[in-house]
Protein backbone atom coordinates (compact mmCIF):
# COMPACT_ATOMS: atom_id res chain seq x y z
CA UNK A 1 0.00 0.00 0.00
CA UNK A 2 1.55 3.19 -1.11
CA UNK A 3 1.52 5.78 1.83
CA UNK A 4 0.21 9.51 1.27
CA UNK A 5 2.28 12.52 0.40
CA UNK A 6 4.05 13.93 3.50
CA UNK A 7 4.90 16.81 1.72
CA UNK A 8 4.16 20.10 4.14
CA UNK A 9 0.99 21.93 2.26
CA UNK A 10 1.28 25.09 4.02
CA UNK A 11 3.85 27.47 5.96
CA UNK A 12 3.22 29.25 8.98
CA UNK A 13 4.19 32.70 10.59
CA UNK A 14 4.07 32.83 14.53
CA UNK A 15 5.20 35.97 15.43
CA UNK A 16 5.13 38.10 18.52
CA UNK A 17 5.17 41.91 18.33
CA UNK A 18 5.62 44.33 20.77
CA UNK A 19 2.56 46.39 22.11
CA UNK A 20 4.33 49.61 21.27
CA UNK A 21 4.56 51.19 19.23
CA UNK A 22 1.19 50.75 17.79
CA UNK A 23 1.34 51.51 13.84
CA UNK A 24 3.99 48.49 14.07
CA UNK A 25 1.66 46.20 15.05
CA UNK A 26 -0.69 47.65 12.30
CA UNK A 27 1.75 48.05 9.95
CA UNK A 28 2.16 43.98 10.16
CA UNK A 29 -1.51 43.57 10.35
CA UNK A 30 -1.76 45.07 6.61
CA UNK A 31 1.40 43.30 5.53
CA UNK A 32 -0.24 40.04 6.34
CA UNK A 33 -3.14 40.83 4.37
CA UNK A 34 -1.23 42.04 1.53
CA UNK A 35 0.34 38.76 0.96
CA UNK A 36 -2.80 36.90 1.43
CA UNK A 37 -1.93 35.43 4.49
CA UNK A 38 -5.15 34.62 6.79
CA UNK A 39 -4.97 34.23 10.98
CA UNK A 40 -5.38 30.13 12.56
CA UNK A 41 -4.76 31.11 15.68
CA UNK A 42 -4.20 34.25 17.54
CA UNK A 43 -0.71 35.55 15.93
CA UNK A 44 -0.63 32.51 13.71
CA UNK A 45 -0.65 33.07 10.04
CA UNK A 46 -1.12 30.50 7.04
CA UNK A 47 -0.23 30.56 3.39
CA UNK A 48 0.04 27.51 0.84
CA UNK A 49 3.72 26.79 0.75
CA UNK A 50 5.52 28.19 -2.51
CA UNK A 51 8.66 29.95 -3.10
CA UNK A 52 6.37 33.10 -3.56
CA UNK A 53 4.57 32.74 -0.02
CA UNK A 54 7.87 31.54 1.95
CA UNK A 55 9.84 34.70 0.59
CA UNK A 56 7.03 36.75 1.41
CA UNK A 57 7.04 35.25 4.89
CA UNK A 58 10.63 35.73 5.33
CA UNK A 59 10.68 39.50 4.78
CA UNK A 60 7.72 39.77 7.23
CA UNK A 61 10.17 37.81 9.75
CA UNK A 62 13.07 40.16 9.10
CA UNK A 63 10.54 43.08 9.64
CA UNK A 64 9.30 41.69 12.93
CA UNK A 65 12.58 41.36 13.97
CA UNK A 66 13.55 44.33 13.02
CA UNK A 67 10.86 45.91 15.11
CA UNK A 68 11.61 44.41 18.32
CA UNK A 69 9.18 41.72 17.83
CA UNK A 70 10.09 37.91 17.43
CA UNK A 71 8.74 35.41 14.58
CA UNK A 72 9.03 31.59 13.31
CA UNK A 73 8.33 30.32 10.00
CA UNK A 74 7.15 26.19 9.84
CA UNK A 75 6.32 24.13 6.99
CA UNK A 76 2.89 22.17 8.14
CA UNK A 77 0.79 19.31 7.31
CA UNK A 78 -2.75 19.23 9.27
CA UNK A 79 -2.80 15.74 10.91
CA UNK A 80 -5.96 16.30 13.52
CA UNK A 81 -7.83 18.90 14.54
CA UNK A 82 -7.84 21.76 11.69
CA UNK A 83 -8.19 19.98 7.47
CA UNK A 84 -7.42 21.50 4.60
CA UNK A 85 -10.59 22.09 3.53
CA UNK A 86 -11.24 24.43 6.52
CA UNK A 87 -7.83 26.11 6.06
CA UNK A 88 -9.07 26.47 2.39
CA UNK A 89 -12.32 28.14 3.06
CA UNK A 90 -10.88 30.63 5.11
CA UNK A 91 -9.24 31.67 2.42
CA UNK A 92 -12.16 31.38 -0.44
CA UNK A 93 -13.73 33.59 2.54
CA UNK A 94 -11.34 36.35 2.94
CA UNK A 95 -11.18 36.82 -0.91
CA UNK A 96 -14.55 36.67 -1.63
CA UNK A 97 -15.50 39.54 0.91
CA UNK A 98 -12.12 41.64 -1.00
CA UNK A 99 -14.23 40.75 -4.56
CA UNK A 100 -17.37 41.46 -3.11
CA UNK A 101 -16.18 44.94 -1.77
CA UNK A 102 -14.66 45.75 -5.26
CA UNK A 103 -17.59 44.79 -6.78
CA UNK A 104 -19.75 47.43 -5.00
CA UNK A 105 -17.21 49.99 -5.33
CA UNK A 106 -17.56 49.93 -8.79
CA UNK A 107 -21.50 49.74 -9.03
CA UNK A 108 -20.65 53.26 -6.59
CA UNK A 109 -18.46 54.77 -9.10
CA UNK A 110 -21.30 53.50 -11.97
CA UNK A 111 -24.39 54.76 -10.29
CA UNK A 112 -22.29 58.61 -10.23
CA UNK A 113 -21.68 58.74 -13.57
CA UNK A 114 -24.28 61.23 -15.88
CA UNK A 115 -26.97 59.67 -18.07
CA UNK A 116 -25.93 62.13 -21.09
CA UNK A 117 -23.77 60.87 -23.83
CA UNK A 118 -20.63 62.89 -22.58
CA UNK A 119 -18.54 62.83 -19.68
CA UNK A 120 -17.14 66.38 -18.53
CA UNK A 121 -13.53 66.62 -18.54
CA UNK A 122 -13.13 66.89 -15.06
CA UNK A 123 -15.50 64.41 -13.88
CA UNK A 124 -13.82 61.95 -16.73
CA UNK A 125 -10.34 62.46 -15.41
CA UNK A 126 -11.55 61.09 -11.64
CA UNK A 127 -13.93 58.07 -12.78
CA UNK A 128 -10.34 57.08 -15.43
CA UNK A 129 -8.41 57.31 -11.88
CA UNK A 130 -10.90 55.28 -10.20
CA UNK A 131 -10.99 52.41 -12.91
CA UNK A 132 -7.12 52.65 -12.91
CA UNK A 133 -7.52 52.20 -9.05
CA UNK A 134 -10.02 49.44 -9.20
CA UNK A 135 -8.43 47.41 -11.35
CA UNK A 136 -4.80 47.46 -9.57
CA UNK A 137 -6.60 46.68 -6.65
CA UNK A 138 -8.45 43.71 -8.56
CA UNK A 139 -5.31 42.82 -9.62
CA UNK A 140 -3.69 42.48 -6.44
CA UNK A 141 -6.81 40.23 -4.99
CA UNK A 142 -6.24 37.90 -7.98
CA UNK A 143 -2.33 37.37 -7.19
CA UNK A 144 -3.56 35.89 -3.60
CA UNK A 145 -6.24 33.89 -4.58
CA UNK A 146 -4.82 30.95 -4.18
CA UNK A 147 -7.92 28.63 -4.78
CA UNK A 148 -10.20 30.31 -6.83
CA UNK A 149 -12.92 32.10 -4.51
CA UNK A 150 -16.50 33.09 -5.95
CA UNK A 151 -16.45 36.65 -6.80
CA UNK A 152 -13.81 36.74 -9.05
CA UNK A 153 -15.55 36.88 -12.57
CA UNK A 154 -18.85 39.03 -11.32
CA UNK A 155 -15.66 42.23 -10.27
CA UNK A 156 -14.34 41.48 -13.73
CA UNK A 157 -17.64 41.70 -15.21
CA UNK A 158 -18.65 44.82 -13.31
CA UNK A 159 -15.62 46.43 -14.00
CA UNK A 160 -14.97 45.60 -17.55
CA UNK A 161 -18.40 47.14 -17.95
CA UNK A 162 -17.38 50.21 -16.25
CA UNK A 163 -14.63 50.77 -18.39
CA UNK A 164 -16.57 50.60 -21.62
CA UNK A 165 -18.87 53.17 -20.20
CA UNK A 166 -15.97 54.96 -19.85
CA UNK A 167 -14.43 54.63 -23.20
CA UNK A 168 -17.78 54.79 -25.10
CA UNK A 169 -19.18 57.75 -23.09
CA UNK A 170 -21.76 56.25 -23.22
CA UNK A 171 -24.90 55.28 -20.65
CA UNK A 172 -23.81 51.77 -19.69
CA UNK A 173 -25.80 49.68 -21.76
CA UNK A 174 -24.47 46.25 -22.50
CA UNK A 175 -23.86 44.79 -26.34
CA UNK A 176 -23.68 41.49 -26.56
CA UNK A 177 -23.53 39.93 -30.15
CA UNK A 178 -25.60 36.91 -30.99
CA UNK A 179 -24.30 33.62 -31.03
CA UNK A 180 -25.65 30.59 -33.57
CA UNK A 181 -26.56 27.61 -30.84
CA UNK A 182 -25.57 25.42 -34.19
CA UNK A 183 -22.30 26.45 -33.55
CA UNK A 184 -21.54 25.62 -30.26
CA UNK A 185 -22.55 21.76 -30.77
CA UNK A 186 -19.86 19.06 -30.30
CA UNK A 187 -18.00 21.06 -28.16
CA UNK A 188 -16.31 20.86 -24.38
CA UNK A 189 -17.65 23.43 -22.20
CA UNK A 190 -14.55 24.48 -19.64
CA UNK A 191 -15.48 25.76 -16.65
CA UNK A 192 -13.66 26.19 -12.86
CA UNK A 193 -13.54 23.37 -10.43
CA UNK A 194 -16.08 23.84 -7.43
CA UNK A 195 -19.35 24.95 -9.35
CA UNK A 196 -21.98 26.53 -7.24
CA UNK A 197 -24.97 28.59 -8.53
CA UNK A 198 -23.88 30.32 -11.81
CA UNK A 199 -21.79 27.42 -13.45
CA UNK A 200 -23.86 24.73 -12.29
CA UNK A 201 -27.13 26.84 -13.84
CA UNK A 202 -25.43 28.02 -16.82
CA UNK A 203 -23.87 23.90 -17.85
CA UNK A 204 -27.66 23.10 -16.90
CA UNK A 205 -28.86 25.64 -19.78
CA UNK A 206 -26.19 24.57 -22.18
CA UNK A 207 -27.19 21.10 -22.01
CA UNK A 208 -31.05 21.47 -21.81
CA UNK A 209 -30.16 24.47 -25.40
CA UNK A 210 -27.36 24.27 -26.85
CA UNK A 211 -26.20 20.52 -26.95
CA UNK A 212 -27.92 17.75 -24.70
CA UNK A 213 -24.69 15.67 -25.55
CA UNK A 214 -22.53 18.53 -24.23
CA UNK A 215 -18.88 17.74 -22.22
CA UNK A 216 -18.00 19.34 -19.31
CA UNK A 217 -14.50 19.84 -17.60
CA UNK A 218 -13.53 21.57 -14.45
CA UNK A 219 -9.89 22.56 -13.97
CA UNK A 220 -8.24 25.20 -12.11
CA UNK A 221 -9.24 28.64 -12.50
CA UNK A 222 -5.40 29.74 -12.62
CA UNK A 223 -3.48 29.94 -15.85
CA UNK A 224 -5.90 27.40 -18.00
CA UNK A 225 -5.06 27.03 -21.90
CA UNK A 226 -8.02 25.57 -23.91
CA UNK A 227 -7.78 23.46 -26.61
CA UNK A 228 -9.00 24.05 -29.87
CA UNK A 229 -12.67 22.33 -29.45
CA UNK A 230 -13.06 24.08 -26.08
CA UNK A 231 -15.31 26.97 -24.95
CA UNK A 232 -15.06 28.33 -21.13
CA UNK A 233 -17.57 29.72 -19.41
CA UNK A 234 -17.69 31.79 -16.09
CA UNK A 235 -13.72 32.12 -15.80
CA UNK A 236 -11.02 34.33 -16.40
CA UNK A 237 -10.97 35.18 -20.31
CA UNK A 238 -13.38 32.46 -20.84
CA UNK A 239 -15.90 33.09 -23.80
CA UNK A 240 -18.87 32.87 -21.79
CA UNK A 241 -18.71 34.78 -18.64
CA UNK A 242 -19.80 37.99 -16.60
CA UNK A 243 -20.75 41.12 -18.72
CA UNK A 244 -21.33 44.30 -16.69
CA UNK A 245 -23.97 43.51 -14.42
CA UNK A 246 -24.92 40.34 -16.17
CA UNK A 247 -23.86 36.70 -14.46
CA UNK A 248 -22.72 34.47 -16.95
CA UNK A 249 -26.37 32.69 -17.10
CA UNK A 250 -28.02 36.21 -18.12
CA UNK A 251 -25.20 36.60 -20.59
CA UNK A 252 -25.76 33.14 -22.53
CA UNK A 253 -29.30 33.92 -22.75
CA UNK A 254 -29.16 36.92 -24.39
CA UNK A 255 -25.45 35.72 -26.87
CA UNK A 256 -27.71 32.77 -27.64
CA UNK A 257 -30.94 35.07 -27.96
CA UNK A 258 -33.11 32.53 -25.95
CA UNK A 259 -36.48 33.99 -25.90
CA UNK A 260 -38.69 31.32 -23.10
CA UNK A 261 -40.63 33.06 -20.28
CA UNK A 262 -39.55 30.76 -18.06
CA UNK A 263 -35.37 31.71 -17.78
CA UNK A 264 -36.39 34.71 -17.33
CA UNK A 265 -37.22 34.22 -13.47
CA UNK A 266 -34.93 31.57 -13.49
CA UNK A 267 -31.99 33.97 -14.68
CA UNK A 268 -33.06 36.58 -12.01
CA UNK A 269 -32.68 33.75 -9.10
CA UNK A 270 -29.43 33.08 -10.38
CA UNK A 271 -28.39 36.88 -10.30
CA UNK A 272 -29.64 37.57 -6.98
CA UNK A 273 -27.54 34.36 -5.40
CA UNK A 274 -24.45 34.91 -7.75
CA UNK A 275 -23.90 39.04 -7.80
CA UNK A 276 -25.51 39.28 -4.00
CA UNK A 277 -26.95 42.40 -4.81
CA UNK A 278 -30.62 42.35 -4.90
CA UNK A 279 -31.29 43.57 -8.04
CA UNK A 280 -34.76 41.58 -8.89
CA UNK A 281 -35.63 40.55 -5.20
CA UNK A 282 -36.76 36.82 -6.38
CA UNK A 283 -38.75 35.89 -3.21
CA UNK A 284 -37.10 31.97 -4.62
CA UNK A 285 -33.57 33.41 -4.14
CA UNK A 286 -32.56 33.03 -0.62
CA UNK A 287 -34.40 28.90 -0.38
CA UNK A 288 -32.71 28.46 -3.87
CA UNK A 289 -29.37 29.77 -2.41
CA UNK A 290 -29.40 26.91 0.84
CA UNK A 291 -30.56 24.19 -1.49
CA UNK A 292 -27.28 24.89 -3.69
CA UNK A 293 -24.97 25.86 -0.80
CA UNK A 294 -26.30 22.12 0.92
CA UNK A 295 -25.45 20.39 -2.92
CA UNK A 296 -21.77 22.19 -2.82
CA UNK A 297 -21.51 21.21 0.82
CA UNK A 298 -22.37 17.38 0.27
CA UNK A 299 -20.65 16.70 -2.84
CA UNK A 300 -17.42 17.35 -3.74
CA UNK A 301 -17.35 16.21 -6.90
CA UNK A 302 -18.20 18.97 -9.39
CA UNK A 303 -19.83 15.90 -11.98
CA UNK A 304 -22.03 14.99 -8.88
CA UNK A 305 -22.86 18.93 -8.27
CA UNK A 306 -24.14 19.10 -11.85
CA UNK A 307 -26.28 16.19 -11.71
CA UNK A 308 -28.13 17.16 -8.40
CA UNK A 309 -28.08 20.94 -9.82
CA UNK A 310 -29.57 20.09 -13.08
CA UNK A 311 -32.54 18.48 -11.46
CA UNK A 312 -33.18 21.19 -9.48
CA UNK A 313 -33.21 23.53 -12.18
CA UNK A 314 -35.36 21.52 -14.45
CA UNK A 315 -37.99 21.56 -11.20
CA UNK A 316 -37.61 24.92 -11.01
CA UNK A 317 -37.72 25.25 -14.97
CA UNK A 318 -41.44 23.08 -14.82
CA UNK A 319 -43.07 25.35 -11.82
CA UNK A 320 -42.43 28.63 -13.62
CA UNK A 321 -43.07 27.34 -16.85
CA UNK A 322 -46.41 26.21 -15.39
CA UNK A 323 -46.74 29.19 -12.95
CA UNK A 324 -46.70 31.32 -16.31
CA UNK A 325 -49.42 29.55 -18.05
Given at each position: ???????????????Q????????????????????????????????????????????????????????????R?????????????????????????????????????????????????????????????????????F??????????L???????????????????????????????????????????????????????????????????????????????????H???????????????????????????V???????????????????????????????????????????????????????
Amino acid sequence: MTEPSRDPRWLLLIHQIPPKPAYFRVKIWRRLQAVGAVAIKNSVYVVPKTDETQEDFEWLLREIVKGGGDASICEARFVEGLEDDRVEALFNAAREADYRQIAEEVRRVGEALPRRPEIAGDQRTHVEADVARLSRRLADVIAIDFFGAPGREAAEGLLAGLEARVRSRGDGGTSIAADRIEDLRGRTWVTRKGIHIDRMASAWLIRRVVDPDARFKFVSGKGYRPEGSELRFDMFEAEFTHEGDLCTFEVLLARLAIDDPAMRPIAEVVHDIDLKDGKFGRPEAPGIDRLIAGIAMGHRDDESRLERGSAVFDDLYEYFSRKRG
